[in-house]
T-cell receptor
Framework: GDSVTQMEGPVTLSEEAFLTINCTYTATGYPSLFWYVQYPGEGLQLLLKATKADDKGSNKGFEATYRKETTSFHLEKGSVQVSDSAVYFCALSGGTGGFKTIFGAGTRLFVKA | EPEVTQTPSHQVTQMGQEVILHCVPISNHLYFYWYRQILGQKVEFLVSFYNNEISEKSEIFDDQFSVERPDGSNFTLKIRSTKLEDSAMYFC????????????FGQGTRLTVV
């Protein structure tokens, strides 16, 4: 079935460092891809999405490009802030698994001042 | 901005008791979901609901679980006889029609079974 694999955390960075969180997926068909963020004690918020190959999703300085040839959707940010500390989930929907959202395990990011 | 609302934010219950978790999805959305997240673990799909019936459920969603949309605005998850291992954060989500649309999640209900 459909699945999402993302790099294990935690990831610890200093403020203004470059961030990459790797995400790969397994799905047939044409899934949509998402990054959700969960700040401490809060729910899941959509960070960005891409609905077809080569689309780039972006929001709040984060971006990710839907790469069908490598089945990847890596999250990047050029300069992280302490306020970016959170858990980041890569997810997909619309593949063979239907329209439920299938999540990766999550990657915890700590940003130090 | 419209949002998915869940109540209560935290529920403590004794093992064997029934609990009902409440959700108000976004009003023009047609697909409704429940997920759970055991502390520190991944977010797991429980059930999807469309057109007043369950459209898909996971292995976790056994006979102890049920969902209902009693009045056209609320969407509830009932756990009939709670077990210690049901302790988790439960998220409700809704989505409007159309491929490529994302699910909007509520803030979650933290269920603690003691």
């Amino acid at each position: 079935g459909d699945s999402v694999t993302q790099m294990e955390g935690p990831v610890t960075l200093s403020e203004e460092a470059f961030l990459t969180i790797n995400c790969t997926y397994t799905a047939t068909g044409y899934p949509s891809l998402f990054w959700y963020v969960q700040y401490p004690g809060e729910g899941l918020q959509l960070l960005l999405k891409a609905t077809k190959a080569d689309d780039k999703g972006s929001n709040k300085g984060f971006e990710a490009t839907y790469r069908k040839e490598t089945t990847s959707f890596h999250l990047e940010k050029g300069s992280v802030q302490v306020s970016d500390s959170a858990v980041y989930f890569c997810a997909l929907s619309g593949g063979t698994g239907g329209f439920k959202t299938i999540f990766g395990a999550g990657t915890r990011l700590f940003v130090k001042a | 901005e419209p949002e998915v609302t869940q109540t209560p934010s935290h529920q403590v219950t004794q093992m064997g008791q029934e609990v009902i978790l409440h959700c108000v999805p976004i009003s023009n959305h047609l697909y409704f979901y429940w997920y759970r997240q055991i502390l520190g673990q991944k977010v797991e799909f429980l059930v999807s609901f469309y057109n007043n019936e369950i459209s898909e459920k996971s292995e976790i969603f056994d006979d102890q679980f049920s969902v209902e949309r009693p009045d056209g605005s609320n969407f509830t998850l009932k756990i009939r006889s709670t077990k210690l291992e049901d302790s988790a954060m439960y998220f409700c989500a809704s989505r409007k029609q159309g491929a490529g649309t994302e699910a909007f999640f509520g803030q979650g209900t933290r269920l603690t079974v003691v």
